[in-house]
């Protein structure tokens, strides 16, 4: 158990419809990462938080939002929902954005199915 | 941006030993690690390197050389459990970019 906690596990949903994934890192860990693999792809990285603020973004459709709330849990928001944004979500949380050797662990991540 | 190159596959005997290699571009190096995934599941951590040189730990050992933008790991004493994808990654000021991965098959 690495410590991330994500939620759900799994969701299923209709092309059009907008979820949010919710996460919760580490506990002290200020930094979350949010990453997208669909199957048999690799990890594609979509933004990152560092206590409360974005500080850098990936290949992040506009559809898509994310935010870091004070008690350092983030959700990702998925909008007008496409058959082609089925994946597996995942969050990573690591002490810190920058620090030397603050590896990131990873949640065991959110499989969304749109139908 | 960041390219990280991986090879997609390599198959090998149990307890024989596999290197996986790892070239990559990027700005504002400060660090390099390796994950394992299994299918559908969450990556894990496996080493990290930030200095040049060889990183050992138990089975794994990592390498890293930033003038050559150059890492493998070198798996060890290799077990059917170590069937799975293993993922460079490299961090660039606040970003953890990821390779595709290679699927390392380990046959008896």
């Known amino acids: 158990d690495s410590g991330v906690t994500q939620t759900p596990k799994h969701l299923i949903t209709a092309t059009g419809q907008r979820v949010t994934l919710r996460c919760s890192p580490r506990?002290?860990?200020?930094?979350v990462y949010w990453y997208q693999q669909s199957l048999d792809q690799g990890l594609q990285f979509l933004i990152q938080?560092?206590?409360?603020?974005?500080?850098a973004k990936g290949n992040i459709l506009e559809r898509f939002s994310a935010q870091q709330f004070p008690d350092l849990h983030s959700e990702l928001n998925l909008s007008s929902l496409e058959l082609g944004d089925s994946a597996l979500y995942f969050c990573?949380?690591?002490?810190?954005?920058?620090?030397?050797?603050?590896?990131?662990?990873f949640g065991q991540g959110t499989r969304l199915t749109v139908v | 941006g960041q390219n990280i190159d991986q090879p997609t596959e390599m198959t090998a005997t149990e307890g024989a030993i596999v290197q996986i290699n790892c070239t990559y571009q990027?700005?504002?190096?400060?660090?390099l690690f390796w994950y394992q995934q299994h299918a559908g599941e969450a990556p894990t951590f496996l080493s990290y390197n930030v200095l040049d040189g060889l990183e050992e730990k138990g089975r794994f050992s990592s390498f890293l050389s930033r003038s050559k933008g150059y890492s493998y790991l070198l798996l060890k004493e290799l077990q059917m459990k170590d069937s799975a994808s293993y993922l460079c990654a490299v961090r660039s000021l606040y970003k953890l970019s990821f390779g595709a991965g290679t699927t390392v098959t380990v046959r008896a």
């Open positions: 990573a949380s690591s002490v810190a954005g920058t620090e030397w050797g603050a590896e990131a662990f």
């Open positions: 506990s002290g860990d200020l930094s």
């Open positions: 990027t700005s504002g190096f400060n660090g």
């Open positions: 938080y560092y206590n409360g603020e974005e500080r």
